[in-house]
Protein backbone atom coordinates (compact mmCIF):
# COMPACT_ATOMS: atom_id res chain seq x y z
CA UNK A 1 0.00 0.00 0.00
CA UNK A 2 2.82 2.37 0.75
CA UNK A 3 3.52 2.45 -3.43
CA UNK A 4 0.13 3.91 -3.47
CA UNK A 5 0.75 6.62 -1.70
CA UNK A 6 1.15 10.33 -3.28
CA UNK A 7 4.61 11.40 -3.70
CA UNK A 8 3.35 15.17 -4.32
CA UNK A 9 4.21 16.67 -1.32
CA UNK A 10 7.99 15.22 -1.17
CA UNK A 11 8.60 16.71 -4.26
CA UNK A 12 7.07 20.05 -4.45
CA UNK A 13 10.50 21.47 -2.30
CA UNK A 14 13.48 21.02 -3.17
CA UNK A 15 15.34 22.72 -0.63
CA UNK A 16 13.23 21.53 2.12
CA UNK A 17 13.46 17.74 0.58
CA UNK A 18 17.57 18.20 0.55
CA UNK A 19 18.10 19.65 3.96
CA UNK A 20 15.94 16.58 5.60
CA UNK A 21 17.60 14.62 3.28
CA UNK A 22 20.87 15.61 5.08
CA UNK A 23 19.76 15.79 8.02
CA UNK A 24 18.64 11.46 7.98
CA UNK A 25 22.18 11.30 6.42
CA UNK A 26 24.16 12.81 9.45
CA UNK A 27 21.94 10.38 11.49
CA UNK A 28 23.43 7.16 9.44
CA UNK A 29 26.92 7.98 9.43
CA UNK A 30 27.31 6.89 13.26
CA UNK A 31 25.96 3.20 11.67
CA UNK A 32 28.51 0.52 10.63
CA UNK A 33 30.66 1.31 7.60
CA UNK A 34 29.05 0.39 5.01
CA UNK A 35 26.18 2.89 5.51
CA UNK A 36 28.21 6.26 4.72
CA UNK A 37 29.28 5.15 1.44
CA UNK A 38 25.00 4.84 0.45
CA UNK A 39 25.11 8.26 2.64
CA UNK A 40 27.58 10.20 0.72
CA UNK A 41 26.32 9.01 -2.67
CA UNK A 42 22.98 9.90 -1.54
CA UNK A 43 24.34 13.50 -0.23
CA UNK A 44 26.10 14.05 -3.51
CA UNK A 45 22.79 13.40 -5.74
CA UNK A 46 21.22 15.59 -3.78
CA UNK A 47 23.93 18.33 -4.03
CA UNK A 48 23.92 18.03 -7.64
CA UNK A 49 20.22 18.18 -7.77
CA UNK A 50 20.20 21.40 -5.44
CA UNK A 51 22.92 22.66 -8.19
CA UNK A 52 20.95 21.88 -11.01
CA UNK A 53 17.74 23.82 -9.92
CA UNK A 54 19.90 26.89 -8.63
CA UNK A 55 21.38 26.87 -12.49
CA UNK A 56 18.61 26.72 -14.46
CA UNK A 57 16.69 29.42 -11.80
CA UNK A 58 19.82 31.57 -12.44
CA UNK A 59 19.57 31.22 -16.15
CA UNK A 60 15.64 31.86 -16.05
CA UNK A 61 16.02 34.85 -14.08
CA UNK A 62 19.35 36.26 -16.48
CA UNK A 63 16.81 35.70 -19.40
CA UNK A 64 13.93 37.42 -18.05
CA UNK A 65 16.46 40.59 -17.25
CA UNK A 66 17.64 40.45 -20.64
CA UNK A 67 14.17 40.53 -22.09
CA UNK A 68 13.13 43.10 -19.14
CA UNK A 69 16.01 45.28 -20.37
CA UNK A 70 15.72 45.01 -23.86
CA UNK A 71 11.83 45.96 -23.68
CA UNK A 72 12.45 48.73 -21.81
CA UNK A 73 15.29 50.05 -23.85
CA UNK A 74 12.60 49.32 -27.15
CA UNK A 75 10.21 51.35 -25.06
CA UNK A 76 12.62 54.46 -24.69
CA UNK A 77 13.62 54.37 -28.17
CA UNK A 78 9.55 54.75 -29.25
CA UNK A 79 9.51 57.89 -27.05
CA UNK A 80 12.19 59.08 -28.24
CA UNK A 81 10.85 58.26 -31.87
CA UNK A 82 7.21 59.85 -31.11
CA UNK A 83 9.20 62.78 -29.68
CA UNK A 84 11.05 63.16 -33.05
CA UNK A 85 8.41 62.91 -35.38
CA UNK A 86 6.47 65.51 -33.19
CA UNK A 87 9.29 68.04 -33.91
CA UNK A 88 9.67 67.29 -37.32
CA UNK A 89 6.36 68.06 -38.01
CA UNK A 90 6.45 71.18 -36.10
CA UNK A 91 9.89 73.16 -37.05
CA UNK A 92 8.92 72.10 -40.47
CA UNK A 93 5.54 72.81 -40.46
CA UNK A 94 4.41 69.94 -42.21
CA UNK A 95 1.06 69.38 -41.78
CA UNK A 96 -0.14 73.44 -42.89
CA UNK A 97 1.94 72.64 -46.34
CA UNK A 98 -0.29 72.13 -50.02
CA UNK A 99 1.04 68.33 -48.95
CA UNK A 100 -1.17 67.80 -46.37
CA UNK A 101 -4.25 66.62 -47.28
CA UNK A 102 -2.24 64.09 -49.45
CA UNK A 103 -0.65 62.97 -46.23
CA UNK A 104 -3.58 62.64 -44.54
CA UNK A 105 -5.44 60.59 -47.49
CA UNK A 106 -2.53 58.33 -48.12
CA UNK A 107 -0.12 57.93 -45.99
CA UNK A 108 -1.47 58.20 -42.95
CA UNK A 109 -3.98 55.47 -43.65
CA UNK A 110 -0.99 53.10 -43.88
CA UNK A 111 0.85 53.74 -41.06
CA UNK A 112 -2.18 53.84 -39.18
CA UNK A 113 -2.85 50.04 -39.59
CA UNK A 114 0.66 49.58 -37.72
CA UNK A 115 -0.91 51.70 -34.73
CA UNK A 116 -4.06 49.43 -34.43
CA UNK A 117 -1.67 46.59 -34.54
CA UNK A 118 0.74 47.65 -31.51
CA UNK A 119 -2.32 48.94 -29.24
CA UNK A 120 -4.28 45.72 -29.75
CA UNK A 121 -0.92 44.25 -28.68
CA UNK A 122 -0.57 46.42 -25.87
CA UNK A 123 -3.52 45.29 -24.83
CA UNK A 124 -3.21 41.89 -24.41
CA UNK A 125 0.25 42.53 -22.92
CA UNK A 126 -1.95 43.84 -20.18
CA UNK A 127 -4.05 41.48 -20.13
CA UNK A 128 -1.40 39.00 -19.95
CA UNK A 129 -0.55 40.65 -16.70
CA UNK A 130 -3.34 40.98 -14.96
CA UNK A 131 -4.31 37.44 -15.72
CA UNK A 132 -0.98 35.90 -14.19
CA UNK A 133 -1.35 38.50 -11.30
CA UNK A 134 -5.11 37.42 -10.49
CA UNK A 135 -4.07 33.45 -10.98
CA UNK A 136 -6.46 33.23 -14.39
CA UNK A 137 -4.92 30.29 -16.02
CA UNK A 138 -5.00 31.76 -19.41
CA UNK A 139 -2.46 28.92 -20.84
CA UNK A 140 -4.49 26.25 -19.78
CA UNK A 141 -7.50 27.83 -21.05
CA UNK A 142 -5.92 28.77 -24.46
CA UNK A 143 -4.35 25.61 -24.74
CA UNK A 144 -0.66 26.78 -25.35
CA UNK A 145 1.82 23.98 -25.35
CA UNK A 146 3.21 23.76 -21.63
CA UNK A 147 5.85 26.03 -21.21
CA UNK A 148 5.51 27.99 -24.76
CA UNK A 149 3.08 30.53 -23.36
CA UNK A 150 4.28 34.20 -23.39
CA UNK A 151 4.32 36.10 -20.38
CA UNK A 152 3.40 39.87 -20.69
CA UNK A 153 7.37 40.60 -20.50
CA UNK A 154 7.85 38.63 -24.02
CA UNK A 155 4.96 40.20 -25.66
CA UNK A 156 5.64 43.91 -24.18
CA UNK A 157 9.17 42.83 -25.50
CA UNK A 158 7.27 42.15 -29.20
CA UNK A 159 5.18 45.43 -29.03
CA UNK A 160 7.76 47.93 -28.43
CA UNK A 161 10.13 46.62 -30.80
CA UNK A 162 7.21 46.40 -33.74
CA UNK A 163 6.98 50.15 -32.90
CA UNK A 164 10.40 51.45 -32.81
CA UNK A 165 10.74 49.68 -36.26
CA UNK A 166 6.86 51.70 -37.68
CA UNK A 167 8.34 54.71 -36.06
CA UNK A 168 11.15 54.78 -37.63
CA UNK A 169 10.01 54.01 -41.13
CA UNK A 170 7.16 56.84 -40.57
CA UNK A 171 9.83 59.33 -39.80
CA UNK A 172 11.63 58.31 -42.75
CA UNK A 173 8.17 59.03 -44.73
CA UNK A 174 7.30 62.55 -43.43
CA UNK A 175 8.56 63.96 -46.40
CA UNK A 176 6.17 66.64 -47.81
CA UNK A 177 8.00 67.96 -50.78
CA UNK A 178 7.73 66.76 -54.33
CA UNK A 179 9.60 67.21 -57.28
CA UNK A 180 8.69 70.27 -58.88
CA UNK A 181 9.52 69.08 -62.21
CA UNK A 182 7.64 65.23 -62.17
CA UNK A 183 5.13 66.53 -59.68
CA UNK A 184 5.69 63.50 -57.94
CA UNK A 185 7.65 61.89 -54.28
CA UNK A 186 10.76 59.70 -54.27
CA UNK A 187 9.96 55.95 -55.23
CA UNK A 188 11.81 54.39 -52.33
CA UNK A 189 10.00 56.82 -49.63
CA UNK A 190 6.60 55.78 -51.30
CA UNK A 191 7.67 52.35 -50.73
CA UNK A 192 8.40 51.98 -47.16
CA UNK A 193 4.85 51.50 -46.00
CA UNK A 194 4.57 48.43 -48.16
CA UNK A 195 8.01 47.33 -47.48
CA UNK A 196 7.24 47.05 -43.21
CA UNK A 197 3.82 45.10 -44.63
CA UNK A 198 6.56 42.29 -46.23
CA UNK A 199 8.64 42.45 -43.52
CA UNK A 200 5.86 41.98 -40.78
CA UNK A 201 4.74 39.55 -42.26
CA UNK A 202 7.83 37.47 -43.59
CA UNK A 203 8.57 37.94 -39.39
CA UNK A 204 5.03 35.87 -38.50
CA UNK A 205 5.28 33.20 -40.87
CA UNK A 206 9.02 32.65 -40.68
CA UNK A 207 9.48 28.65 -40.18
CA UNK A 208 13.07 28.96 -38.69
CA UNK A 209 12.90 28.66 -34.54
CA UNK A 210 13.15 32.41 -33.96
CA UNK A 211 10.80 34.85 -32.55
CA UNK A 212 8.43 32.43 -30.70
CA UNK A 213 8.00 30.24 -33.60
CA UNK A 214 5.59 27.85 -31.29
CA UNK A 215 3.36 30.92 -30.35
CA UNK A 216 3.45 32.33 -34.41
CA UNK A 217 2.22 28.93 -35.60
CA UNK A 218 -0.27 28.53 -33.02
CA UNK A 219 -1.50 31.79 -33.63
CA UNK A 220 -1.35 30.83 -37.50
CA UNK A 221 -3.26 27.65 -37.26
CA UNK A 222 -5.80 30.32 -35.13
CA UNK A 223 -6.09 32.48 -38.22
CA UNK A 224 -6.26 29.51 -40.63
CA UNK A 225 -9.19 27.58 -38.45
CA UNK A 226 -11.11 30.54 -38.46
CA UNK A 227 -11.22 31.88 -42.29
CA UNK A 228 -12.13 27.60 -42.97
CA UNK A 229 -14.90 28.46 -40.44
CA UNK A 230 -17.36 26.29 -39.67
CA UNK A 231 -15.26 23.57 -41.43
CA UNK A 232 -12.94 22.70 -37.83
CA UNK A 233 -14.22 22.11 -34.56
CA UNK A 234 -14.38 25.48 -32.49
CA UNK A 235 -12.33 25.89 -29.64
CA UNK A 236 -11.59 28.71 -27.33
CA UNK A 237 -9.11 30.12 -29.21
CA UNK A 238 -10.66 29.75 -32.42
CA UNK A 239 -13.97 32.16 -31.29
CA UNK A 240 -11.58 34.37 -28.89
CA UNK A 241 -9.73 35.46 -31.94
CA UNK A 242 -12.43 36.01 -34.25
CA UNK A 243 -13.79 38.27 -31.49
CA UNK A 244 -10.31 40.35 -31.99
CA UNK A 245 -10.80 40.84 -35.61
CA UNK A 246 -14.39 42.08 -34.75
CA UNK A 247 -12.96 45.17 -33.20
CA UNK A 248 -10.33 45.51 -36.36
CA UNK A 249 -12.26 46.38 -38.74
CA UNK A 250 -11.00 49.49 -39.90
CA UNK A 251 -7.30 47.50 -39.87
CA UNK A 252 -8.65 45.22 -42.11
CA UNK A 253 -9.90 48.13 -44.46
CA UNK A 254 -6.60 49.67 -44.28
CA UNK A 255 -5.17 46.05 -45.47
CA UNK A 256 -7.80 47.17 -48.30
CA UNK A 257 -6.35 50.50 -49.11
CA UNK A 258 -3.05 48.96 -49.52
CA UNK A 259 -4.16 46.40 -51.55
CA UNK A 260 -5.42 49.25 -53.83
CA UNK A 261 -3.16 52.20 -53.26
CA UNK A 262 -0.16 50.29 -54.63
CA UNK A 263 -2.10 48.08 -57.21
CA UNK A 264 -4.31 50.45 -59.24
CA UNK A 265 -3.37 54.27 -57.23
CA UNK A 266 -0.86 56.40 -58.09
CA UNK A 267 1.30 56.51 -55.35
CA UNK A 268 4.14 58.55 -56.31
CA UNK A 269 1.88 61.22 -56.89
CA UNK A 270 -0.31 60.59 -53.36
CA UNK A 271 -3.52 60.13 -55.46
CA UNK A 272 -5.58 57.56 -53.89
CA UNK A 273 -8.59 58.85 -55.92
CA UNK A 274 -8.79 55.86 -58.34
CA UNK A 275 -9.91 53.78 -54.94
CA UNK A 276 -11.78 56.12 -53.17
CA UNK A 277 -14.09 57.01 -55.86
CA UNK A 278 -14.16 53.32 -57.06
CA UNK A 279 -17.50 51.72 -56.49
CA UNK A 280 -16.28 48.07 -56.52
CA UNK A 281 -14.02 49.98 -53.93
CA UNK A 282 -16.24 50.65 -51.83
CA UNK A 283 -18.63 47.58 -52.17
CA UNK A 284 -15.13 45.56 -50.88
CA UNK A 285 -15.02 47.59 -48.07
CA UNK A 286 -18.54 46.53 -47.28
CA UNK A 287 -17.73 43.09 -47.81
CA UNK A 288 -14.71 43.03 -45.82
CA UNK A 289 -16.62 44.87 -42.57
CA UNK A 290 -19.02 42.10 -42.35
CA UNK A 291 -16.04 38.73 -42.94
CA UNK A 292 -15.28 38.93 -39.30
CA UNK A 293 -18.64 38.92 -37.85
CA UNK A 294 -19.40 36.30 -40.72
CA UNK A 295 -17.30 34.32 -39.42
CA UNK A 296 -18.09 34.27 -35.67
CA UNK A 297 -21.82 33.53 -37.38
CA UNK A 298 -20.77 30.60 -38.85
CA UNK A 299 -18.67 29.65 -35.69
CA UNK A 300 -21.95 30.12 -33.86
CA UNK A 301 -23.87 27.52 -36.30
CA UNK A 302 -21.29 24.91 -36.07
CA UNK A 303 -21.04 25.19 -32.15
CA UNK A 304 -25.01 24.78 -31.92
CA UNK A 305 -25.26 22.00 -34.30
CA UNK A 306 -22.64 19.91 -32.24
CA UNK A 307 -24.01 20.54 -28.91
CA UNK A 308 -27.69 21.75 -29.98
CA UNK A 309 -27.44 24.56 -27.37
CA UNK A 310 -29.84 27.13 -28.07
CA UNK A 311 -27.14 29.85 -26.80
CA UNK A 312 -24.88 29.64 -29.75
CA UNK A 313 -27.89 30.14 -31.78
CA UNK A 314 -29.17 33.42 -30.05
CA UNK A 315 -25.28 34.19 -30.10
CA UNK A 316 -25.25 33.82 -33.95
CA UNK A 317 -28.38 36.25 -34.18
CA UNK A 318 -26.17 38.43 -32.50
CA UNK A 319 -23.95 38.69 -34.91
CA UNK A 320 -26.54 39.16 -37.91
CA UNK A 321 -28.09 41.98 -36.21
CA UNK A 322 -24.25 43.64 -35.95
CA UNK A 323 -23.99 42.84 -39.45
CA UNK A 324 -27.00 44.94 -40.79
CA UNK A 325 -25.50 47.42 -38.86
CA UNK A 326 -22.47 47.39 -40.35
CA UNK A 327 -23.64 47.15 -43.74
CA UNK A 328 -26.50 50.28 -43.00
CA UNK A 329 -23.85 52.42 -41.74
CA UNK A 330 -21.30 51.85 -44.21
CA UNK A 331 -23.75 52.73 -46.86
CA UNK A 332 -24.53 55.52 -45.09
CA UNK A 333 -21.57 56.78 -45.04
CA UNK A 334 -21.06 56.19 -48.74
CA UNK A 335 -24.41 57.73 -50.21
CA UNK A 336 -25.80 59.81 -47.30
CA UNK A 337 -29.49 60.52 -47.43
CA UNK A 338 -32.37 60.82 -44.68
CA UNK A 339 -33.54 56.95 -44.57
CA UNK A 340 -30.22 55.54 -44.73
CA UNK A 341 -29.79 57.41 -41.66
CA UNK A 342 -32.76 56.42 -39.51
CA UNK A 343 -31.95 53.06 -41.07
CA UNK A 344 -27.76 53.16 -40.11
CA UNK A 345 -29.04 54.62 -36.31
CA UNK A 346 -32.11 52.05 -35.87
CA UNK A 347 -30.31 49.00 -36.90
CA UNK A 348 -26.86 50.23 -34.41
CA UNK A 349 -29.36 50.64 -31.33
CA UNK A 350 -30.47 47.60 -32.25
CA UNK A 351 -27.00 45.50 -32.30
CA UNK A 352 -25.81 47.72 -29.51
CA UNK A 353 -27.98 47.16 -27.07
CA UNK A 354 -28.08 43.28 -27.50
CA UNK A 355 -24.34 42.94 -27.63
CA UNK A 356 -24.17 44.23 -24.56
CA UNK A 357 -25.89 42.47 -22.96
CA UNK A 358 -24.71 39.41 -24.49
CA UNK A 359 -21.24 41.11 -22.80
CA UNK A 360 -22.66 41.55 -19.19
CA UNK A 361 -24.44 39.04 -18.89
CA UNK A 362 -23.74 35.94 -21.11
CA UNK A 363 -19.94 36.80 -21.76
CA UNK A 364 -18.49 37.95 -18.41
CA UNK A 365 -21.95 36.43 -16.45
CA UNK A 366 -22.59 39.86 -14.44
CA UNK A 367 -25.71 41.27 -13.21
CA UNK A 368 -26.99 38.77 -11.42
CA UNK A 369 -29.54 40.37 -8.88
CA UNK A 370 -29.75 37.47 -6.26
CA UNK A 371 -25.54 36.62 -5.80
CA UNK A 372 -23.64 36.74 -3.04
CA UNK A 373 -22.61 40.38 -4.71
CA UNK A 374 -25.10 42.02 -6.12
CA UNK A 375 -25.93 42.86 -9.70
CA UNK A 376 -22.43 40.98 -10.29
CA UNK A 377 -21.68 37.07 -9.64
CA UNK A 378 -20.60 35.13 -7.19
CA UNK A 379 -17.25 34.70 -7.49
CA UNK A 380 -15.42 37.26 -7.72
CA UNK A 381 -11.48 37.65 -8.58
CA UNK A 382 -10.62 40.87 -8.31
CA UNK A 383 -10.87 42.25 -4.53
CA UNK A 384 -12.38 45.79 -5.37
CA UNK A 385 -15.95 45.07 -6.84
CA UNK A 386 -16.62 48.77 -8.28
CA UNK A 387 -13.62 47.50 -10.85
CA UNK A 388 -16.47 45.32 -12.45
CA UNK A 389 -18.96 48.27 -12.33
CA UNK A 390 -16.86 50.46 -14.01
CA UNK A 391 -15.76 48.20 -16.58
CA UNK A 392 -19.74 47.70 -17.21
CA UNK A 393 -20.23 51.73 -17.68
CA UNK A 394 -16.69 51.60 -20.10
CA UNK A 395 -18.34 48.79 -22.07
CA UNK A 396 -21.16 50.55 -22.83
CA UNK A 397 -20.10 54.15 -23.37
CA UNK A 398 -17.45 52.46 -26.01
CA UNK A 399 -19.93 50.34 -27.72
CA UNK A 400 -21.74 54.25 -28.06
CA UNK A 401 -18.42 55.04 -30.44
CA UNK A 402 -20.36 54.23 -33.57
CA UNK A 403 -23.16 57.54 -32.52
CA UNK A 404 -20.12 59.90 -34.27
CA UNK A 405 -21.30 58.27 -37.84
CA UNK A 406 -24.88 58.72 -37.59
CA UNK A 407 -24.76 62.23 -36.11
CA UNK A 408 -22.35 63.32 -39.25
CA UNK A 409 -19.47 64.05 -36.62
CA UNK A 410 -17.25 63.14 -39.49
CA UNK A 411 -14.31 66.20 -38.88
CA UNK A 412 -13.55 68.30 -36.50
CA UNK A 413 -11.45 71.88 -37.17
CA UNK A 414 -8.58 70.23 -35.27
CA UNK A 415 -8.92 66.85 -36.65
CA UNK A 416 -8.89 65.20 -39.71
CA UNK A 417 -11.76 62.87 -41.15
CA UNK A 418 -9.10 59.99 -41.19
CA UNK A 419 -7.72 60.43 -37.86
CA UNK A 420 -11.04 60.61 -36.48
CA UNK A 421 -11.51 57.43 -37.61
CA UNK A 422 -8.27 56.19 -36.34
CA UNK A 423 -9.55 57.05 -32.33
CA UNK A 424 -12.73 55.54 -32.72
CA UNK A 425 -11.19 52.49 -34.08
CA UNK A 426 -8.76 52.86 -31.69
CA UNK A 427 -11.80 53.37 -28.77
CA UNK A 428 -12.80 49.61 -30.04
CA UNK A 429 -9.61 48.12 -29.38
CA UNK A 430 -9.52 49.06 -25.78
CA UNK A 431 -13.15 48.32 -25.14
CA UNK A 432 -11.86 44.87 -26.30
CA UNK A 433 -8.70 44.90 -24.37
CA UNK A 434 -11.31 45.14 -21.61
CA UNK A 435 -13.23 42.42 -22.33
CA UNK A 436 -10.69 40.16 -22.92
CA UNK A 437 -9.65 40.30 -19.12
CA UNK A 438 -13.20 39.54 -17.60
CA UNK A 439 -13.97 37.07 -20.62
CA UNK A 440 -11.10 34.89 -19.19
CA UNK A 441 -11.52 35.53 -15.75
CA UNK A 442 -15.60 34.00 -16.38
CA UNK A 443 -13.86 31.31 -18.62
CA UNK A 444 -11.60 30.50 -15.77
CA UNK A 445 -14.12 30.38 -12.84
CA UNK A 446 -16.52 28.15 -14.58
CA UNK A 447 -13.53 25.70 -15.42
CA UNK A 448 -12.55 25.96 -11.84
CA UNK A 449 -15.97 24.89 -10.61
CA UNK A 450 -16.04 22.10 -12.56
CA UNK A 451 -12.87 20.92 -12.25
CA UNK A 452 -12.01 21.35 -15.99
CA UNK A 453 -9.38 23.78 -15.16
CA UNK A 454 -6.90 21.23 -13.53
CA UNK A 455 -5.25 18.36 -14.88
CA UNK A 456 -5.71 16.23 -12.33
CA UNK A 457 -8.55 15.87 -9.48
CA UNK A 458 -8.07 15.76 -6.19
CA UNK A 459 -7.58 12.02 -4.35
CA UNK A 460 -9.92 10.76 -1.75
CA UNK A 461 -6.99 11.01 1.06
CA UNK A 462 -4.82 13.09 2.47
CA UNK A 463 -1.64 13.98 1.74
CA UNK A 464 -0.55 15.03 5.36
CA UNK A 465 -0.84 11.45 6.21
CA UNK A 466 2.51 10.11 5.35
CA UNK A 467 3.48 8.53 8.17
CA UNK A 468 0.18 6.31 8.49
CA UNK A 469 -1.17 3.48 7.20
CA UNK A 470 -4.12 3.42 4.59
Partial sequence: MNTLRPKSKREKHRVSFFVGKLRASCKIITQPPCQPILSASLVHSQVGAFLMAQYHSYGQNLQLFIISSCAGCFFGCSLALVAAIIISIHARDLLQGEGQTKYMNTIFPLYSLFGFLVLHMLMYGGNVYFWARYRVNYSFIFGFKQGSELDFKQVLLLTFGLSVLILSTALANLEMEMDPETQSYKALTELLPLGLVIVVVLMVICPFNILYRTNRFFFLTCVWHCLCAPLYLVTLPDFFLADQFTSQVQLLRNVEFYACYYGWGDFKKRDAATCNDSNVYKIISIVIAVVPYWIRFLQCIRRYFEGRDSTQAMNGIKYLSTIAAVVSRTIYTQKRGTTLKIIAASTSGVATIFSTYWDLVMDWGLLCRNSENPWLRDKLILPNKSVYFIAMVLN?????????????????????????????????????????????????????????AVKSVPLPFSYEDEDKDL
Avoid at 430 to 436: C, D, F, P, T, V
Fill in 396 to 452: VILRLAWMQTVLDFNEASFLHRNALIAVVASLEIIRRGIWNFFRLENEHLNNVGKFR
